[in-house]
């Protein structure tokens, strides 16, 4: 299983030949080679997250894939969603998908909390979306972990981290950083990551990673 990093959220995982779409949101430039694509999986309504442009575009190429997404977005698409929940398992070509979490991470009171949903990809690669949810009782092998955002304090990122204790783990969710703000919260990362005998890969967009 290999997973690409496209800017910001958004994944590609790909098995046997065939891929799986995460997050393609409004900060990440469009896909290309789309005609492989079995599902998409979005983890929650924020536009950096997915726009109704990327699902027409996606589906264009790869007609009739599930949308996989909570019921808040299913609300909001026009695009017809299979809404899964916390506890979910579901099959999409060669990809088995467990669900985890259930709540987006507070940015402020003063905003309302949305339903998020983590992803967990072949027992192998972990996304939390936009949450610190853990996936309890899974070792997880891979993690792709949040590396700046509004709701974002670098310190309870690593303590994520360190509660998921992955063998590798590497950033995503980087859109609203500088270079050098990037740069710092990758080390803090990589720190946490080394504590449980983990990997930690610094993938800018186009990198991939062999799982």
Not at 37 to 58: G, K, M, S, Y
Not at 85 to 111: K, M, N, W, Y
Not at 132 to 150: F, H, K, N, Q, R
């Amino acid at each position: 299983m290999r997973v690409t990093k496209y800017e910001h959220a958004a994944l590609r995982v790909e098995r046997a030949g065939e891929s799986l779409l995460i997050d393609p949101g409004s900060f990440t430039t469009p896909p290309d080679d789309l005609r492989d694509v079995v599902a998409v999986v979005i983890t929650h309504e924020h536009p950096d997250h997915w726009t109704p442009a990327h699902l027409d575009r996606i589906l264009r190429d790869s007609p009739g894939i599930p949308i996989f997404a909570p019921q808040s977005v299913a609300d909001i698409a026009d695009h017809d969603i299979t809404v899964v929940a916390p506890g979910d398992v579901v099959e999409s070509g060669p990809f088995t998908l467990r669900f985890f979490g259930g709540a987006h991470e507070v940015i402020h009171s003063s905003v309302p909390r949305i339903q998020n949903l983590g992803v967990l990809v072949d027992e192998e690669l972990y996304y939390p979306g936009d949450s610190y949810a853990v996936p309890e009782g899974v070792e997880v092998a891979t993690l792709a972990a949040p590396l700046g955002a509004p709701w974002l304090r670098i310190g309870d990122a690593m303590d994520f981290v360190l509660a998921v204790a992955p063998r590798r783990a590497f950033g995503t969710h980087d859109m609203t950083l500088s270079t050098i703000g990037k740069d710092m919260h990758r080390q803090r990362l990589r720190w946490a990551t080394e504590q449980n005998g983990g990997e930690f890969f610094e993938l800018d967009p186009g990198d991939s990673l062999d799982l």
